[in-house]
């Protein structure tokens, strides 16, 4: 909990938090997965209901927390469904920077253009959810004004060869890496 240290559950993540010895400050979603158990647990004035079906717990969780730096956890790797809902979630609220994290790797939407200092050789995937205009500088494969689109070409499996210095000309490019760049990922974005 060093770089997060306030902890907001969505929906049925309070049972999760509190199984592992976590008690979340606040819970947000539609609650149609949290227990009783958590209910009475936390208390009702934890809890944030937003009753609309219309976007997932994730994505109310989001747009819900002002932090200057969101971190969630438990958003990939179960079901493939709700990651890219959590990805369309990324994109749609850019304004509100978030890194998904996950078993192996962490996820982020680039805002317009960043700068990380990571490790010689470690796999950096850039996937475009609109088409766009990308300019990466620091990689094995560094391209400038190259042209990506979720249709055509996207940038996985590529590998860090100096500083990484990124831009795109407008919203939805995401940027995965290990897990292991979350100090550094957390310190550029909020730089």
């Known amino acids: 909990m060093i770089h997060a240290p306030n902890l907001v559950a969505a929906d049925g993540g309070a049972d999760r938090a509190l199984a592992l010895g976590f008690e979340p400050l606040r819970v947000v979603g539609d609650m149609d997965s949290v227990s009783e158990d958590a209910r009475e647990?936390?208390?009702?004035?934890?809890?944030?209901?937003?009753d609309?079906?219309?976007?997932?717990?994730?994505d109310k969780a989001l747009r819900s927390v002002g932090a200057?730096?969101?971190?969630?956890v438990g958003f990939l790797g179960r079901r493939l469904d709700h990651e890219l809902a959590c990805l369309n979630s990324l994109v749609r609220h850019a304004d509100r920077p978030c890194v998904l994290l996950g078993e192996k790797d962490l996820c982020f939407h680039l805002p317009g253009e960043l700068a990380l200092e990571l490790p010689m050789g470690m796999r950096l995937s850039l996937f475009p959810m609109a088409g766009m205009e990308v300019r990466a500088e620091g990689l094995v494969w560094s391209f400038d004004g190259l042209t990506m689109a979720p249709w055509?070409?996207?940038?996985?499996?590529?590998?860090v060869a100096g500083p990484v210095?990124?831009?795109?000309d407008r919203s939805g490019l995401l940027v995965m890496l290990p897990r292991a760049a979350l100090a550094q990922v957390v310190e550029a974005l909020l730089a």
């Open 68 to 72: 200057p730096l969101v971190i969630g």
């Open 152 to 159: 055509d070409k996207v940038g996985t499996s590529n590998e």
């Open 52 to 58: 609309e079906q219309d976007s997932t717990d994730f």
């Open 41 to 50: 647990a936390l208390g009702e004035d934890r809890f944030q209901q937003i």
């Open 165 to 168: 210095r990124l831009r795109a």
